[in-house]
C-alpha cells in the first residue's frame, strides 16, 4: 500500500507540473500572438500625431548629442524607438525648423513605410516587459493559472495592442509602473537592500519613460501598502527594516535618473529655466544635461497651465475635466476585464486582488488631477494591476461551481471582442459607447491621424483627381503620393471630394459638411463627394 500511495503521489505531483508548465507555454503564446497582431499594423497605419516628434527627439540625442525637441517627455523611450531608425539611415537635419523636422523624418530616403517599422519596432520592447511583469506578479500570488489569465487580460486589452504598435511613450510609461509595482510587491514581501535597490532602479526606469510614473508609482505603493498593514500582521511589525531600505532605494531611483540623462550637471541652466515662462521657446537650442530632467518637469508644469482643447460628449474644454479619464476607461476598455477588475472586491481570501485593485484605484485617482483630457493613452499603466485584479477576481469565480461558467464567458467575451476589434484597435470602443463613439470621445482615442495611407489608397482605387483635406498629424501628401490636394476652410464651403478626420470634424466644426452623406476610410476619416 505505501509503495501504490508513494506511485500516486508521484503522478500527481507530475500531473500538477505538466499543469503548471503548460500554463506558462500558453502564456508565452499569448505574448507572442499579441507581437504579431501589434507588427501587422506597423505599415497598415501612418504615422500618428505624436510619431515624429518622439523620432526626431531620438535621433537628435543620437546625431546631435542634443535634447531639445520637447523636454517635457524623458528620453529613454525615444532612445530605443530611434534605435533602429538611426542604424537604417533615418536622417536627422538640424538645419530644418521644428516643423520641417517633423513634416519630413518619416520620408527620409523615400522609404515612408520602411522608416515606420524601424521607428514602431523598438516599443515591442517595452510591451514584452509589460506583460511580463504584469504575469509573474500574477503567478507569485495566483500561481501558474492566475498568471495565465493575467495574461490574457492585458495582452488582449485593445489599447494595450493598439499603443504597443506605435513609436510613442504610452507603452513604455505602462512597463515601467508595472515593473515598478512588480519590484515593489517583492520587496514588501522581504524587505533586503537589495530589492530595495531594485524597486529603486525600477521606479526610475518608469520616471524615464514618462513623467506621469512620478504620481502614478508613489500612489499605487502608498495603495498596496495600506491594504498590506490592514491584512498582515507581520507587514505591520517590519516597518522599522522597510524605512532604512526606503533611503538606499531613494538614492537608487536618483542615480538611475541621473545617468538616463547623461550625468551631467548645469545648475546655472537649471535656475534661468525654471525663472522663465517661456524657456521652452527661449532655450530650444540647449544641449543636453542632467537638468534637463527638472527642465523637463518644468516644461510639464508649464504646459498644464495651456489650453488643450479637450472633448467629450459633444462639448469642448481648454483645460479637461476631472472625470474624463474614469469616463475614458470604461469606454475604451472591454466591459469583460472591467467587470472581472471589480470582481476583484469580492475576491477576499486573494490578498493580490485587494492589493492591486488599490494600485489601479489610485493610478485613476491621480489621473484626475491631470487636464489633458487627449486619451485614454494617459492613465494605460492602470492595465497592469487592473488585469491582476482580474485575475484574481476570475480564479475566485472558478472555485464555485455556480461562477466557474460566468468566469469563462468573461475571459472568452474579452478575447472575442479584442481579436473582433483587430486591426483598428486604436479606434476601439466597447459596446456601452454605442454605434457613434466619436459623439462622446475623440483625440487619440479614435482619431489619431493613423488612416493616411488608407486614404491613398482609396483615392487610387476611386481614381480621385483632386482632394479636399483636413486630418489631425504631420503628413506630407505629396510624398505619400495622394492626388493634387488643398487645406479646406472651416466655413468656405468646398465641392468635389473631402477627407475629414473624425477629430478635426468634431473639433473644428465644419458645419457645411454636416447631415451630408459620407463614406468611412478605415475607422477615422469621413470620405465625402459634394458635386
Known amino acids: 500500500m505505501s509503495g501504490s500511495g508513494a506511485r500516486s503521489g508521484s503522478i500527481t505531483y507530475h500531473k500538477i507540473c505538466a499543469v503548471r508548465k503548460s500554463a506558462d507555454i500558453a502564456s508565452v503564446v499569448l505574448i507572442a500572438l499579441a507581437m504579431l497582431r501589434i507588427a501587422s499594423t506597423?505599415?497598415?497605419?501612418?504615422?500618428?500625431?505624436?510619431?515624429?516628434?518622439?523620432?526626431?527627439?531620438?535621433?537628435?540625442?543620437?546625431t546631435q548629442h542634443d535634447y531639445s525637441y520637447q523636454p517635457e517627455n524623458?528620453?529613454?523611450?525615444?532612445?530605443?524607438?530611434?534605435?533602429?531608425?538611426?542604424?537604417?539611415?533615418?536622417?536627422?537635419?538640424?538645419?530644418?525648423?521644428?516643423?520641417?523636422?517633423?513634416?519630413?523624418?518619416f520620408y527620409s530616403k523615400h522609404r515612408y513605410q520602411t522608416n515606420l517599422v524601424l521607428a514602431r519596432c523598438g516599443n515591442l520592447l517595452f510591451f514584452v516587459f509589460a506583460s511580463l511583469a504584469t504575469w509573474w506578479w500574477a503567478r507569485r500570488e495566483l500561481g501558474p493559472r492566475g498568471g495565465l489569465i493575467a495574461t490574457l487580460l492585458f495582452t488582449m486589452q485593445p489599447v494595450i495592442v493598439a499603443h504597443s504598435g506605435l513609436g510613442t511613450t504610452d507603452t513604455a510609461a505602462t512597463a515601467g509602473v508595472a515593473l515598478s509595482l512588480l519590484a515593489f510587491h517583492r520587496w514588501l514581501e522581504r524587505p533586503s537592500n537589495a530589492r530595495a535597490i531594485v524597486f529603486g532602479a525600477a521606479y526610475a526606469v518608469a520616471v524615464l519613460c514618462k513623467f506621469s510614473a512620478i504620481g502614478y508609482v508613489p500612489a499605487a505603493c502608498v495603495a498596496m501598502y495600506m491594504v498590506r498593514l490592514l491584512r498582515d500582521e507581520e507587514t505591520r511589525?517590519?516597518?522599522?527594516?522597510?524605512?532604512?531600505?526606503?533611503?538606499?532605494?531613494?538614492?537608487?531611483?536618483?542615480?538611475?535618473?541621473?545617468?538616463?540623462?547623461?550625468?551631467?550637471?548645469?545648475?546655472?541652466?537649471f535656475l534661468e529655466h525654471v525663472s522663465s515662462n517661456s524657456f521652452i521657446a527661449r532655450h530650444a537650442d540647449w544641449p543636453l544635461p542632467a537638468h534637463r530632467f527638472f527642465v523637463g518637469i518644468s516644461a510639464l508644469m508649464y504646459l498644464t497651465t495651456l489650453p488643450f482643447f479637450g472633448f467629450a460628449f459633444g462639448k469642448i474644454?481648454?483645460?479637461?475635466?476631472?472625470?474624463?479619464?474614469?469616463?475614458?476607461?470604461?469606454?475604451?476598455?472591454?466591459?469583460?476585464?472591467?467587470?472581472?477588475?471589480?470582481?476583484?472586491?469580492f475576491a477576499r481570501r486573494e490578498r493580490v486582488a485587494a492589493e492591486a485593485l488599490a494600485a489601479a484605484l489610485a493610478i485613476l485617482a491621480v489621473s484626475l488631477t491631470s487636464p489633458f483630457a487627449l486619451g485614454v493613452r494617459y492613465v494605460m499603466p492602470i492595465y497592469a494591476p487592473l488585469s491582476v485584479a482580474g485575475a484574481a477576481a476570475a480564479i475566485t469565480m472558478l472555485r464555485h461551481h455556480r461562477l466557474k461558467i460566468a468566469a469563462i464567458v468573461l475571459l472568452a467575451w474579452h478575447a472575442v471582442v479584442?481579436?473582433?476589434?483587430?486591426?483598428?484597435?486604436?479606434?476601439?470602443?466597447?459596446?456601452?459607447?454605442?454605434?457613434?463613439?466619436w459623439q462622446l470621445l475623440l483625440d487619440s482615442n479614435i482619431d489619431w491621424g493613423q488612416d493616411v495611407l488608407r486614404l491613398k489608397r482609396v483615392a487610387d482605387k476611386k481614381k480621385i483627381d483632386r482632394l479636399g483635406i483636413s486630418v489631425p498629424g504631420w503628413h506630407d501628401y505629396d510624398a505619400l503620393g495622394l492626388p493634387p490636394h488643398y487645406e479646406i476652410q472651416r466655413d468656405v464651403p468646398s465641392s468635389g471630394w473631402i477627407a475629414v478626420g473624425e477629430h478635426n470634424f468634431g473639433i473644428v466644426g465644419y458645419g457645411w459638411l454636416r447631415g451630408r452623406r459620407y463614406e468611412r476610410v478605415g475607422k477615422s476619416i469621413r470620405l465625402y463627394y459634394i458635386p
Open 74 to 105: 524623458p528620453p529613454l523611450p525615444r532612445l530605443v524607438n530611434a534605435f533602429a531608425p538611426w542604424l537604417g539611415g533615418v536622417e536627422f537635419d538640424p538645419a530644418k525648423s521644428v516643423n520641417e523636422q517633423l513634416l519630413h523624418v
Open 418 to 437: 479584442s481579436i473582433a476589434s483587430h486591426p483598428d484597435t486604436l479606434a476601439y470602443f466597447n459596446e456601452a459607447a454605442g454605434p457613434r463613439p
Open 317 to 345: 474644454s481648454p483645460h479637461g475635466w476631472w472625470w474624463y479619464f474614469p469616463v475614458a476607461l470604461a469606454l475604451k476598455s472591454t466591459l469583460a476585464s472591467l467587470l472581472l477588475g471589480l470582481g476583484a472586491f
Open 42 to 62: 506597423w505599415t497598415l497605419f501612418s504615422a500618428t500625431v505624436d510619431e515624429p516628434m518622439h523620432l526626431a527627439a531620438g535621433l537628435q540625442i543620437y
Open 237 to 269: 511589525r517590519a516597518w522599522k527594516r522597510i524605512a532604512p531600505s526606503f533611503a538606499l532605494a531613494a538614492v537608487t531611483c536618483a542615480f538611475v535618473i541621473w545617468a538616463g540623462y547623461g550625468f551631467a550637471v548645469d545648475r546655472l541652466g
